[in-house]
């Protein structure tokens, strides 16, 4: 059965930091890609980053290039979201899933949509404080 589990949500200042986990079960992060995504109250939920290890390609919304980072532990079966210069509108539910076999990945493109990704943990929240 496939799995996700996030963790490493918190409360943190503005300028902060946290670093995001995603452990995975019944399939390996590095034939699958993985994506993480958030929901604000009242926002449909987004697209943060993606990552296929497979093929060494990477994904980042605008709203976070240069302040995070997404990393695949292949051993250890787990994705980070390194999360640095936070600021109050990061605040949010942080989900992460699994995409689609049947979506297309390249070394230059991983799809980070997430109306393509399946098997959704249960969300961990982050809160930044200003």
């Known amino acids: 059965e496939v799995q996700l589990v996030e963790s490493g949500g918190g409360l943190v200042q503005a300028g902060g930091s946290l670093r995001l986990s995603c452990a995975a079960s019944?399939?390996?992060?590095?034939?699958?890609?993985i994506g993480w995504f958030r929901q604000a109250p009242g926002k449909e939920r987004e697209g943060v980053s993606c990552?296929?290890?497979?093929?060494?390609?990477?994904n980042y919304a605008d709203s976070v290039k240069g302040r995070f980072t997404i990393s695949s532990d292949n051993a250890k079966n787990t994705v980070h979201l390194q999360m640095n210069s936070l600021k109050p509108e990061d605040t949010a539910v942080y989900y992460c899933?699994?995409?689609?076999?049947?979506?297309?990945?390249?070394?230059?493109?991983?799809?980070?949509?997430?109306?393509?990704?399946?098997?959704w943990g249960q969300g961990t929240q982050v809160t930044v404080s200003s």
């Open positions: 899933a699994v995409l689609r076999r049947t979506v297309v990945i390249t070394r230059t493109f991983v799809l980070c949509d997430p109306r393509y990704y399946l098997s």
């Open positions: 019944g399939f390996t992060v590095d034939d699958d890609a």
């Open positions: 990552i296929s290890s497979k093929y060494g390609s990477t």
